[in-house]
């Protein structure tokens, strides 16, 4: 794990080391993935150097945290895109519904202000730019080859292959597509993102996969 400095944002956030506002900040990334995901980003740069990272489904900016200081650390950017209403299985009745994550005016969910307040503590504002809506529509005008691109969206089987489709082929040459909730076994947990995300990559011959860790995949763009 490389050493925080904590001088990363003019604002002058006082030094809550980010790994520390990670792991207090709501969410599903758990810790060795987190440390995983930040690895690879760290990797993944060093292959395309400055080239953006991209997180489809920021939430409440946990993971967001593991990215942006890889981003910070490698002098790139990551652009991470949420609608913040949250995706079916975090509404209300739902499994992993946190009534803490609602608007109080509209009664829906508004994730955003948790993520603004991750990256203002952990000094990453600068390093990672918060884009709020439709991670296909952010995918139809993106037009740069990024180094990371790592999908934690909505997990529906339309929404999950949808977002393959929008963002594979935005992933360097050298790249790292990122995938999250990966489960072979459906004992374990949904099968969207093993289906829709992880086999059409391996089995498009674009990818080939470069280790695991818990339900995270990582694959090299070839
Ligand atoms: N990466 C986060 C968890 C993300 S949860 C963490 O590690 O904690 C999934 C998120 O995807 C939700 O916040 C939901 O609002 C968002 N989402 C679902 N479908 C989306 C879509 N089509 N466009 C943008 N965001 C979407
Ligand atoms: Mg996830």
């Given amino acids: 794990m490389a050493r925080v400095k904590h001088t990363r944002d003019a604002a002058g956030v006082d030094s809550v080391p980010w790994r520390d506002v990670a792991l207090a900040t709501k969410g599903f990334m758990p810790a060795a993935e987190g440390d995983a995901l930040h690895a690879a980003a760290l990797a993944a740069a060093t292959r395309v150097p400055g080239a953006p990272f991209v997180e489809i489904g920021t939430y409440c900016g946990r993971s967001t945290v593991w990215l942006g200081a890889a981003a910070w650390l490698s002098d790139a950017v990551l652009f991470t895109v949420d609608h913040h209403r949250g995706s079916e299985e975090l509404q209300v009745g739902w499994e992993h519904h946190d009534a ?115 339900s995270l995949r990582l694959l090299r763009r070839l």
């Avoid at 992880?198 to 011959?205: D, E, K, M, N, Q």
């Fill in 100 to 214: 803490e994550v609602v608007d109080g005016r509209s009664g829906r969910m508004d994730s955003l202000p948790f993520a603004r307040t991750a990256l203002e503590l952990a000094g990453l504002e600068n390093s990672v730019v918060l884009v709020v809506g439709g991670s296909v529509e952010l995918a139809h005008v993106w037009d740069r080859a990024a180094a990371m691109v790592f999908i934690d969206g909505g997990h529906g089987v339309d929404v999950a292959g949808a977002d393959f489709e929008a963002w594979a082929g935005h992933v360097a040459r050298g790249g790292t597509l990122a995938i999250h909730d990966v489960f072979a076994d459906p004992t374990e947990g949904g099968q969207a993102p093993y289906e829709q995300i992880y086999l059409p990559a391996v089995r498009s011959g674009r990818f080939v996969e470069e280790s695991v860790c818990g």
